[in-house]
């Protein structure tokens, strides 16, 4: 069927709104062991009536409208997240190098996207999921900005003969994601005999998780920066700007030329002092819409005197039964540091013992270290965990055979209970302090190295 309206392709999908797949679906795909997966082409087949493809223009090619179908999730909190991230169009690195960007296969394939908002439940059979919400949506002025310079960075790798270096922690809101069974996905690149993995552009979890917060769960974000700011610099350059009149100077003197009041010793000191000088005041920093969209995460470090951070640096507790059970392609580890951008604050005592800001560094993990260090890790607490974890009484309390901080140099496990009481139960039935993945101070001081340059 041809939609000939925007508003009359609309009012066809609104009518899926409260609709199961297994109410929709006619063809019974649902029950095809073939198909199994595929609620994006009930959706096509069965609800809007043309048959399942792969061409290269748009789904709803007259009105240049993509169709896209896309889980979220009710989070532990109760609030509301992207399941994962879209993927959109896959990349031909040969016929993509002759591209700019509004001739590129992503725009013509995605500039307008009908995006229709299914809610996951785990303990659902997927024909039972739900639709939620369906929106035709354009990108923001704003979004386009930013999305056009990665769309320009992925670009520039493969002209570069880099296709092959590519990573989701490149670019801020669209990503060119790993597309393939396995690391045999491989294509031919230009300007380079070396093979690439397959990739498709993306919009980045991240940012999926802000449309759902803004269309399903209506949170309002708020910019730290303008139009005009986003088309003609970055984000790493905008927070650059904003941040760099303070360094040299303490939280106190910090907060003095913001007008605001900061306790150093309370955890929400440097949140505020972030908010503050980025020039939106009293917002949280998940409220701010590019650090949502872009899966930016502040940590703060602070250096002695001699440069070498305090202590190592903390991230989530593990959860042993999931890391038993999962694939290294959807591990929580790697999906961490692969999609998320962390921004560095950075304080250091001088030799009076004062601590002042010495800078910021956005930064991720680089994907060879990621497919490399941090995967031997991962596989290195599994190898514990299925030959049997082996906890002894030493003299400082409880330990464990998980690896230490000189496997690698990179990541480290150990623990971060309230207190020894403080347990979790592991897969073999035994009982151990809550463990926490820390990355390395030693290798925190390398990210942090070049502030000095």
């Not at 997240?81 to 993509?96: C, D, F, P, Q």
């Not at 759902?212 to 700007?241: A, D, H, P």
């Not at 995460?297 to 602070?302: A, M």
């Not at 039935?429 to 993945?437: A, E, H, L, R």
Request: proline residues 3%; glycine residues 6%.
């Amino acid at each position: 069927m041809i939609y000939e309206t925007e508003q009359a392709l609309l009012y066809k999908a609104n009518g899926a709104r409260g609709k199961t797949f297994r109410e929709i679906d006619q063809h019974g795909r649902l029950d095809s062991k073939r198909s199994r997966g595929a609620l994006g082409q009930i959706i096509e087949e069965s609800f809007f009536g043309y048959e399942v493809n792969s061409n290269a223009e748009a789904d709803f090619a007259n009105l240049g409208i993509e169709l896209k179908v896309t889980p979220f999730k009710q989070n532990k909190d109760k609030s509301l997240s992207a399941k994962e991230r879209l993927v959109l169009n896959i990349i031909n690195y040969m016929t993509e190098a002759e591209k700019g960007f509004y001739d590129s296969s992503f725009w013509k394939k995605n500039q307008k996207l009908l995006l229709m908002f299914y809610e996951w439940k785990k303990e659902l059979n997927r024909g039972d999921y739900r639709i939620i919400e369906t929106i035709l949506f354009e990108y923001p002025e704003e979004d386009l900005a930013v999305i056009k310079s990665d769309w320009e960075l992925i670009q520039e790798k493969i002209n570069s003969g880099l296709a092959h270096e590519l990573s989701e922690g490149d670019t801020q809101y669209l990503g060119a994601c790993t597309k393939g069974a396995n690391k045999n996905s491989l294509r031919v690149q230009p300007y380079s005999k070396e093979l690439a993995m397959q990739r498709a552009f993306s919009l980045k979890q991240s940012y999926m998780t802000a449309l759902i917060r803004q269309y399903i769960s209506k949170e309002k974000l708020v910019n730290f920066s303008t139009l005009q700011e986003l088309q003609e610099k970055s984000i790493k350059q905008l927070l650059n700007e904003r941040f760099s009149p303070f360094i040299g100077m303490t939280m106190e003197e910090t907060a003095g030329k913001l007008n605001i009041q900061v306790n150093p010793k309370n955890r929400s000191a440097v949140p505020n002092l972030i908010s503050a000088l980025l020039g939106v005041k009293g917002t949280k920093l998940d409220k701010i819409a590019e650090f949502a969209k872009a899966n930016i995460q502040f940590k703060t470090v602070r250096l002695q005197p001699n440069g070498k951070p305090k202590e190592s640096m903390s991230f989530k507790n593990i959860d042993f039964e999931e890391i038993a059970h999962e694939e290294w392609e959807e591990s929580y580890i790697r999906n961490y540091f692969a999609e998320t951008q962390i921004l560095f604050v950075v304080f250091q005592f001088d030799s009076e013992g004062a601590l002042r800001f010495k800078g910021i560094k956005l930064w991720h993990m680089p994907a060879q270290t990621i497919e490399r260090e941090l995967f031997d890790y991962w596989t290195e607490i599994r190898r514990v965990l299925a030959e049997g974890v082996i906890v002894t009484q030493t003299k400082k309390g409880m330990e464990n055979n998980f690896p230490k901080s000189n496997f690698n140099g990179v990541v480290h496990v150990r623990p971060k209970g309230a207190d020894g009481s403080d347990t979790v139960q592991l897969p073999d039935g035994q009982s151990i302090t809550k463990q926490c993945y820390w990355l390395n101070a030693s290798y925190i001081a390398e990210i942090v190295s070049d502030l000095d340059e």
